[in-house]
């Protein structure tokens, strides 16, 4: 069973010096193990309801996330540009970046 703590560590494998792990960062990564969905969200990364859904908002918005909960993302597949595009949907779920339509 994977937690919260393995999403975390994978983060810091990813980018040492995001120690903590953003809130952002940790929401993203948790979509592919409980999907884009609030409630789940909430309760397995312990961030307030209120972020949440301001950032699967967002992910909506920008396509990174379908209505249903599932994920649509290049990073997600694990190509040799998983990690730029996996921190380019980190900046979009943040509202710096905005994706090509």
């Keep these: 069973m994977k937690t919260i703590n ?3 560590k994978a983060l810091l494998k990813m980018d040492p010096k995001e120690n903590p792990p953003h809130d ?4 993203l990564l948790s ?5 884009a969905k609030e409630g789940a969200l909430v309760k397995f990364t312990g961030i307030p309801r209120a972020r949440v859904r301001e950032l699967l908002h967002r992910g909506r918005d920008q396509r990174i ?3 249903d909960g599932r994920i649509r993302a290049e990073w ?4 040799k540009n998983s990690g ?5 949907d980190v900046l979009c779920l943040d ?3 905005v994706r090509a339509r």
């Design 6 to 8: 393995v999403v975390k």
């Design 24 to 27: 952002t960062s940790v929401l």
């Design 31 to 35: 979509t592919t193990i409980v999907g």
């Design 65 to 67: 996330f379908t209505r």
């Design 76 to 79: 997600f597949d694990g190509g």
């Design 84 to 88: 730029v595009a996996f921190y380019c």
């Design 95 to 97: 509202g710096l970046l």
